[in-house]
């Protein structure tokens, strides 16, 4: 079945870096978009990032642009999201999600992952 | 940037009511407007695509409709594992989510 499974979450210094990653199976990774959401705790959902299937763009939310790198590993079939620079209001629970499936104009979020808590504390 | 409301941000419904939430973009977006479900402690789930679909395995008391600026989302038979908040979401440029909508029951 289709799965996502995000890992590199914890406790972190404002101002230190992480590297998220998001393992995928049970679909042809190398054919879709894939996305980064993140949830604040007790709050709404935040659009991050997105890469496309071959790497050719990527986006990101103004509240992340300049800090935050989406990439991916299609030969390892996983997503990464490199967060520097980091700040308290980054703390949030973060999930990676399957976009469209090439460049098809069909763009949703499914499915998503179980999310990693990212906590930014001193 | 397209922002999304939402409304109303909180329900309260009986088993078995009919409910129904709004969701208005602050520019035309077609039919690009998706609707997902979020269970406390989970994961969000895609419910409706481009406005009106229903997702594969999604109950039919679930349904959208709208375009423009425009939508709504209805439950026509309100379940206890209904119990969610619900969000809509935008693809016309980037992605934006609305601020949630929180059903229980009453």
């Known amino acids: 079945q289709v799965q996502l499974v995000e890992s590199g979450g914890g406790v972190v210094q404002p101002g230190r870096s992480l590297r998220l990653s998001c393992a995928a199976s049970g679909f042809t990774f190398s054919s879709y978009a894939m996305h980064w959401v993140r949830q604040a705790p007790g709050k709404g959902l935040e659009w991050v990032a997105v890469i496309s299937y071959d790497r050719s763009y990527d986006y990101y939310a103004d509240s992340v642009k300049g800090r935050f790198t989406i990439s991916r590993d299609n030969s390892k079939n996983t997503l990464y999201l490199q967060i520097n620079s980091l700040r308290a209001e980054d703390t949030a629970v973060y999930y990676c999600?399957?976009?469209?499936?090439?460049?098809?104009?069909?763009?949703?979020?499914?499915?998503w992952g179980q999310g990693t808590l990212v906590t930014v504390s001193s | 940037d397209i922002q999304m409301t939402q409304s109303p941000s909180s329900l309260s419904a009986s088993v078995g009511d009919r409910v129904t939430i709004t969701c208005q973009a602050s520019q035309d977006i077609s039919n690009y407007l998706n609707w997902y479900q979020q269970k406390p402690g989970k994961a969000p789930k895609l419910l409706i695509y481009?406005?009106?679909n229903l997702e594969t395995g999604v109950p039919s008391r679930f349904s959208g409709s709208g375009s423009g600026t425009d939508f709504s989302f209805t439950i026509t038979s309100l379940q206890p594992e209904d119990i969610a908040t619900y969000y809509c979401q935008q693809y016309d440029s980037l992605f934006t989510f609305g601020p949630g909508t929180k059903v229980d029951i009453k």
């Open positions: 481009e406005a009106s």
């Open positions: 999600a399957r976009g469209r499936y090439f460049d098809w104009p069909q763009n949703w979020f499914d499915p």
